[in-house]
């Protein structure tokens, strides 16, 4: 009767025999002359490498059984994510599908961070990170104070943001060859071919191309209207669109015999010269003339009969009118209710001032008379200035004989009498020069 085997003996009986291990004489016989199966130890006696799945083994450890399991489960991830192949049998083309897709792109965190935690080498995800960090940056972004104050409501940001091409930062050179302050300026003209802007901004007009995007031509309104609300509108120095909200006041003045100007009650700031003064619809009414506190604005009209004319003979012609002037209809209640009831008058311009020596001096007016215009005119000053223009731009077509009527009250006293003035003309050429790269 056989002796009954030892545990070591019934152990090494389930495994492959000593006898076809073969590794004492030096032969190499191949993989599929062995009969049985190989412990993890044995192959690698004989340098063998084999496939995860060909090494079972119950005296696997529950360790490596966790590790196999997540290398199983690794695999199976990465041919899941791997981009679907296909072969063509007679060409040999390789065909991807996926590629450039929006199912390619890799899916967001469900968590996202303000810094992405990527590996450095992804350099996809190096550019992500940046786009992020810039938008960030956009976003972060906030207006000024007194813009956002002047900009309460998403009409008001649409109406100014549909400005914005049209409002440009611009300097240029004085005669001693130094940078004046830079204005802000306004694209009144666009040549699609030659790319380039016709600028308008204060004394001096400008031909450049300008940077991209394609400026577009605001929209041109009527004329300003005492007591109207607006928006003055600038670039400071970061190139940032600046707005100012106000209203235009209800008073008048003159600056060198010119009496045209308005007065807003906002604060323009420094570099808004230039800049477009918006009405409530969203048109251009005006141009800041004046920046800082009670800034001063120029008509819309006045400045479009001023291009018309230099347009046509590259020149303006103004006569000459040497006297300051003040509105009756703004003046105090007391002071027109004693001219309605003493002298009848209920409208025309007040003499503020007159210049020494002057022809309409020797004419006999005098400071604090009251002047109307025989001409239709208009009853306001920055419709004087247009009337004014508007003899100008006749004197240039070859009207060079003509008279002003003036019909004209002496307040102090009874005297009330038309005087003719007979007309001269001030010719400028304008000027013209190139903004600097702002």
Same mark, same amino acid.
């Given at each position: 009767m056989?002796?009954k085997?030892?545990?070591?003996?019934?152990t090494r009986?389930?495994? +492959?025999?000593?006898?076809d291990?073969r590794?004492?004489?030096?032969?190499?016989?191949s993989?599929?002359?062995?009969?049985?199966?190989?412990?993890?130890?044995?192959?690698?006696q004989?340098?063998?490498?084999?496939?995860?799945q060909a090494?079972?083994?119950?005296?696997?450890?529950?360790?490596?059984?966790?590790?196999?399991?997540? *290398?199983?489960?690794?695999?199976?991830t990465?041919?899941?994510?791997a981009?679907?192949?296909?072969? %063509?049998a007679?060409?040999?083309?390789?065909?991807?599908e996926?590629?450039?897709t929006?199912?390619? *792109?890799?899916?967001?965190?469900?968590?996202p961070?303000?810094?992405?935690?990527?590996?450095?080498?992804? *350099? =996809?995800?190096?550019?992500?990170?940046? &786009?992020?960090?810039?938008l960030?940056?956009?976003?972060?972004?906030?207006?000024?104070?007194?813009?956002?104050a002047?900009l309460? +409501?998403?009409?008001?940001?649409?109406?100014?943001?549909?400005?914005?091409?049209?409002?440009?930062r611009?300097s240029?050179?004085s005669?001693?060859g130094?940078?004046?302050?830079?204005?802000?300026?306004?694209?009144?003209?666009?040549?699609?071919?030659?790319k380039?802007?016709?600028?308008?901004?204060?004394? %001096?007009y400008?031909?450049?191309?300008?940077?991209e995007?394609?400026p577009?031509v605001?929209?041109?309104?009527s004329?300003p209207?005492?007591?109207?609300? =607006?928006?003055?509108?600038?670039?400071?120095?970061?190139m940032?669109?600046?707005? *100012? &909200?106000?209203?235009?006041?209800?008073?008048?003045?003159?600056?060198?015999?010119?009496?045209?100007?308005?007065?807003v009650?906002?604060?323009?700031?420094?570099?808004?010269e230039g800049?477009?003064?918006?009405?409530?619809?969203?048109?251009?009414?005006?141009?800041?003339?004046?920046?800082?506190?009670?800034?001063?604005?120029?008509?819309?009209?006045?400045?479009?009969?001023?291009?018309?004319?230099?347009?046509q003979?590259?020149?303006?012609?103004?006569?000459?009118?040497?006297?300051?002037?003040?509105?009756?209809?703004l003046a105090?209640?007391?002071?027109?209710?004693?001219?309605?009831?003493?002298?009848?008058?209920n409208?025309?311009?007040?003499?503020?001032?007159?210049?020494?020596d002057?022809?309409?001096?020797?004419?006999?007016?005098r400071?604090?008379?009251?002047?109307?215009?025989?001409?239709?005119?208009?009853?306001?000053?920055?419709?004087i200035?247009?009337y004014?223009?508007?003899?100008?731009?006749?004197?240039?077509?070859?009207?060079k004989?003509?008279?002003?009527?003036?019909?004209?009250?002496?307040?102090?006293?009874?005297?009330?009498e038309?005087i003719?003035?007979?007309?001269?003309?001030?010719?400028?050429?304008?000027?013209?020069?190139?903004?600097?790269?702002?």
């Amino acid at each position: 009767m056989p002796p009954k085997s030892s545990p070591a003996m019934s152990t090494r009986s389930k495994s +492959t025999p000593d006898s076809d291990l073969r590794s004492h004489d030096g032969s190499n016989p191949s993989p599929e002359s062995w009969s049985g199966r190989l412990t993890r130890s044995r192959a690698k006696q004989i340098g063998l490498v084999l496939p995860i799945q060909a090494v079972e083994s119950p005296g696997i450890s529950s360790n490596n059984k966790k590790k196999r399991k997540r *290398r199983e489960i690794e695999e199976e991830t990465a041919k899941k994510q791997a981009p679907t192949t296909s072969t %063509t049998a007679t060409t040999g083309v390789m065909h991807r599908e996926g590629h450039g897709t929006l199912a390619s *792109r890799p899916l967001p965190p469900m968590h996202p961070q303000t810094t992405p935690r990527v590996r450095r080498s992804s *350099r =996809i995800t190096r550019l992500e990170v940046d &786009r992020l960090q810039k938008l960030t940056l956009r976003r972060d972004k906030e207006d000024e104070p007194s813009t956002a104050a002047a900009l309460p +409501t998403p009409s008001h940001k649409n109406m100014v943001l549909g400005m914005s091409r049209s409002i440009v930062r611009v300097s240029f050179p004085s005669s001693e060859g130094k940078l004046i302050s830079p204005h802000t300026g306004i694209v009144i003209s666009w040549d699609g071919a030659t790319k380039c802007a016709m600028i308008l901004t204060l004394f %001096t007009y400008f031909k450049k191309k300008p940077h991209e995007p394609q400026p577009e031509v605001p929209a041109f309104g009527s004329a300003p209207k005492y007591g109207q609300e =607006i928006l003055a509108l600038s670039r400071d120095e970061n190139m940032s669109l600046v707005a *100012r &909200r106000g209203a235009i006041t209800w008073s008048d003045g003159s600056l060198m015999w010119r009496n045209h100007y308005m007065f807003v009650d906002c604060d323009v700031p420094e570099g808004g010269e230039g800049g477009p003064v918006v009405g409530t619809g969203g048109s251009t009414i005006g141009m800041v003339y004046i920046d800082g506190p009670g800034a001063v604005i120029i008509s819309i009209s006045i400045i479009c009969t001023f291009f018309e004319i230099w347009k046509q003979f590259s020149c303006v012609a103004r006569p000459v009118f040497e006297v300051d002037l003040k509105s009756v209809e703004l003046a105090g209640v007391l002071f027109r209710e004693e001219l309605s009831l003493k002298h009848n008058i209920n409208g025309g311009f007040i003499v503020e001032r007159i210049a020494d020596d002057s022809a309409l001096e020797h004419l006999g007016v005098r400071r604090g008379d009251v002047i109307f215009f025989e001409d239709e005119c208009g009853t306001t000053l920055p419709e004087i200035e247009d009337y004014l223009l508007s003899l100008g731009w006749r004197y240039l077509q070859g009207m060079k004989s003509m008279v002003l009527k003036l019909l004209v009250h002496d307040i102090e006293g009874p005297c009330k009498e038309t005087i003719t003035l007979p007309l001269e003309f001030s010719v400028d050429s304008g000027k013209f020069g190139c903004f600097d790269e702002q």
